[in-house]
């Protein structure tokens, strides 16, 4: 029921179409959601997630989980993020990965919603470090489509991975469209 009300609103209120999925049978992974311009890339997920009915998952200080959001941000999908002094993201995050079942993280790699010639790589690391595919996930405000593509396994050759991954992303428009990543393939 609640998937054809987010389907109804999605698709026949707001003109949008999801193309592409993640099978279930893959429970761990990092999706890469790029462009990141405006705060509605956050509801665009919600309904993605609605739609596709996968549990998607995004880490957060453990702060913003206390009461009384606590509850709310665990039932979005939200893990709290316990970093120790000496620890760093990549190697916090992997726990998290061993910690759970199914964790498929939600990040942007942009680390920001304004305009960067260049992707932050924790993402990256994380994969790696967990032993988890990326899937590239694409907002085209363009086109009014999310793409979902098929998952992909890092090399350890960071340089040629974060090239072909940016090709996912070439010629997709975000909601703030001169704040919208161009690959550097594409500058």
């Known amino acids: 029921m609640k998937k054809r009300l987010y389907q109804f609103i999605f698709c026949n209120l707001m003109g949008w179409t999801i193309k592409g999925s993640i099978t279930p049978e893959l429970k761990k992974c990092v999706m890469i959601v790029v462009p990141h311009t405006s705060w509605h890339d956050f509801y665009l997920g919600v309904f993605t ?15 913003l989980f206390r009461f009384p959001f606590g509850y709310f941000f665990k039932w979005m999908g ?23 079942e199914v964790f498929r993280l939600a990040i942007a790699p942009e680390g920001t919603r304004k305009k960067v010639s260049e992707w932050k790589t924790g993402f990256y690391y994380i994969a790696v470090k967990a032993n988890i595919p990326i899937i590239p996930v694409a907002f085209d405000y363009g086109k009014k489509t999310v793409f979902i593509h098929d ?6 050759d960071i340089e040629k991975d974060i090239r072909i991954l940016e090709k996912y992303y070439t010629g997709v ?3 703030v469209q001169e704040y919208s990543y161009i690959p550097k393939s594409n500058a």
Do not use: D
């Open 151 to 156: 998952p992909y396994f890092p090399t350890n």
């Open 78 to 100: 939200g893990a709290p993020l316990n970093r120790q002094k000496n620890e760093n993201k990549v190697e916090a995050i992997a726990k998290v990965f061993e910690s759970k």
């Open 173 to 175: 428009v975000g909601k």
């Open 49 to 63: 997630r609605g739609i596709t009915q996968l549990e998607m998952n995004f880490v957060a200080k453990k702060e």
